[in-house]
Each structure stands twice: as structure tokens, then as C-alpha cells.
């Protein structure tokens, strides 16, 4: 089994669909507009118990608009 969840960068960036499953799956993702000057980023931690490399965190960086 495994889990996927933001952990940072919350406020702009939500796992919409496919948060936890087994063997494979397809994480979605939802985000707002970065209406700022600077590009932003968010982390995404995927955890599955006892699996090598457990957990694996997947950085998201958002351009400006």
C-alpha cells in the first residue's frame, strides 16, 4: 500500500486524486495561479511501507504567471 500527500506548499498545490492505492496508480494533482513575481515549489511525499527507498519525496516548481 502507499500514500501520497503534499507536506510542503499546501496553500497552492493539492493531491486531487489517487492520494493512497496499491501496486501502481496515477497520482493527480490540482494547484492555484501564482499570480507573485518569483516561482514557488511544493513537495510531494509517496510513501509505501517497507519498500526500498520509502519515502520518496517529488519537488513541483510552479512558474510565475
Request: charged share 10%; proline share 5%.
Amino acid at each position: 500500500n502507499w500514500t501520497a500527500a503534499v507536506i510542503n506548499g499546501s496553500e497552492w498545490l493539492t493531491v486531487s486524486g489517487g492520494s493512497a492505492g496499491t501496486n501502481s496508480g496515477i497520482i493527480t494533482c490540482g494547484y492555484g495561479l501564482n499570480a507573485g513575481a518569483s516561482p514557488r515549489t511544493a513537495v510531494i511525499r509517496i510513501s509505501a511501507d517497507h519498500a526500498p527507498g520509502d519515502p520518496v519525496e517529488v519537488s513541483v516548481t510552479q512558474l510565475s504567471h
